[in-house]
């Protein structure tokens, strides 16, 4: 499927929506295209809409509302993966990589038209806050191809393919380990550790990686 853009790029509005939307920004300004940022509560009328870190289902007249389409990154091989929080699901199935799927957005969660598609390689010491930094300069980077396209006149779509999964939304009781490990043992281990002085580690390629407890006394 192909979208054919009959605008000069210098004559683009482009709508920005979602927490992550300043790696979109950074993408906008190398291609020195116009931009608003979008609220969705006070719609304005834009040629183009992309967001990332939208975490509802934009509603269908938002989604329509821009002439050439609204597209959305998604941080897995879409369609594996659809819903909720991507990135963890992925370091907890114990990927190597994950992806971001910049696709256009229609009624349904995660499944419309594929633009592109950037694998990152995920590193055995990489903490929550190392992919959050490498998932950002993906992002420009996914956003950054797009807008080639977008100047060129051409966005070219393809159809998802392959078997669809979801992911469950996440909850504080997700990261409790019971079920991962034996909380006793651990806990024994933990409790000879001083937290300042001889803080717990283990060892991961090499690398020690420390970790401090304390006690919740709230029942």
């Known amino acids: 499927m192909i979208i054919k853009i009959d605008k000069k790029p210098e004559d683009l509005v482009i709508g920005v929506i979602g927490f992550r939307s300043e790696h979109i ?9 116009e931009c608003i940022m979008f609220n969705p509560d006070f719609p304005h009328p834009c040629d183009i ?13 938002i989604i329509t509302l821009p ?9 897995t091989p879409l369609p594996e993966g659809r ?6 699901w992925t370091l907890s199935n114990n990927r190597p990589n994950f992806c971001l799927s910049l696709f256009k957005a229609d009624e349904g969660v995660d499944n419309g038209y594929i633009v592109y598609q950037h694998n990152v390689e ?12 490498k998932r950002g300069d993906a992002i420009t980077e996914c956003v950054s191809v797009f807008l080639e396209e977008v100047v060129e006149g051409v966005i070219v779509l393809r159809k998802q393919t392959g078997k ?3 992911f469950k939304k996440r909850t504080p009781l997700d990261s409790c380990l019971d079920s991962v490990v034996d909380s006793q043992k651990l806990w024994n281990a933990l409790r000879l550790c001083d937290n300042k002085a001889y803080p717990a580690y ?9 970790i401090k407890y304390y006690k919740d006394d709230n029942k």
């Not at 920004?25 to 295209?33: D, E, Q, V, Y």
């Not at 002439?67 to 941080?75: A, L, R, S, V």
């Not at 819903?83 to 963890?88: L, V």
């Open 49 to 61: 809409l992309i967001g990332s870190g939208v975490y509802s289902i934009l509603p269908n007249d």
């Open 164 to 166: 669809s999964t979801y």
């Open 67 to 75: 002439t050439y389409g609204t597209y959305i990154i998604h941080e």
């Open 83 to 88: 819903g909720h929080a991507p990135i963890q």
């Open 25 to 33: 920004l950074k993408a906008l300004r190398k291609h020195n295209l």
């Open 202 to 210: 283990i060892t991961i390629s090499g690398h020690k990686i420390y």
């Open 122 to 133: 995920i590193d055995d010491l990489d903490s929550c806050t190392d992919i959050e930094q």
